[in-house]
């Protein structure tokens, strides 16, 4: 899979300017629990694919919150608003980074990821997944434009 997402990424100007790869965070005990983070193997094969440092580590999930697979847009929103802090804002600071996630689905995660990397000073925040899950009504309800 990161090499599909190597190339996507060869390939595509969005990702021209990044500089490194940030995978999306579990929380310790959830990682531990699991015994992988599915998003850290594929930054961690990702960088080795692109040559991009992988800044392991800068991103923490600092809540341990529920699941998401069950909740609303709003939920989902919610459930993620200030979970994720930055460890040592000078890792990030004026970096252009790649957020590696393995399912993008209402970009809820994504965006509160993006926006603690960006509140610590990162320069650019852009989103690399394996897949983007279908629209169903429920996840659109509310949403703008």
């Not at 021209?16 to 015994?35: D, N, T």
């Not at 995660?109 to 629209?135: F, N, Q, Y």
Request: hydrophobic share 45%; charged share 25%.
């Amino acid at each position: 899979m990161a090499l599909l997402m190597a190339e996507t990424m060869r390939t595509d100007p969005r990702f021209s300017r990044m500089e490194a790869l940030i995978p999306v965070p579990l929380y310790p005990a959830k990682r531990r629990a699991r015994g992988y983070n599915q998003s850290e193997l594929l930054a961690r094969d990702l960088s080795q694919a692109t040559k991009l440092p992988l800044l392991g580590g800068a991103l923490v999930r600092a809540v341990n919150t529920p699941s998401q697979s069950q909740l609303s847009l709003g939920e989902r929103v919610a459930n993620v608003r200030d979970a994720f802090r930055i460890k040592n804002a000078q890792q990030v600071r004026d970096w252009r980074i790649v957020l590696v996630d393995d399912v993008l689905t209402t970009g809820s995660t994504a965006d509160a990821c993006a926006s603690a990397l960006l509140e610590a000073g990162a320069a650019e925040v852009s989103v690399a997944t394996v897949a983007r899950a279908a629209e169903s009504p429920s996840s659109s309800e509310g949403k703008k434009g």
